[in-house]
């Protein structure tokens, strides 16, 4: 199955609340850290919530 590598570029300071549950469900908790996750809807899904603090990595 195919992996999809996720790297948080910006602070999650003054962000609401569901969106650092979000950051910590998929196990993002400092800057500059990069998970590898399966690639499928629900990664997906969480990745578009926070897509403006974090960057798909190839």
């Known amino acids: 199955m195919a992996t999809i590598k996720i790297k948080q570029v910006r602070s999650r300071i003054n962000c609401p609340k569901d969106q650092k549950k979000t950051l910590d469900a998929l196990g993002l908790k400092k800057l500059n850290?990069?998970?590898?996750h399966?690639?499928?809807l629900a990664i997906r899904g969480m990745v578009a919530k926070?897509?403006?603090l974090v960057?798909?990595?190839e």
């Open 33 to 36: 850290r990069v998970v590898e």
């Open 38 to 40: 399966p690639d499928n």
């Open 50 to 52: 926070v897509h403006h």
């Open 55 to 57: 960057s798909i990595v």
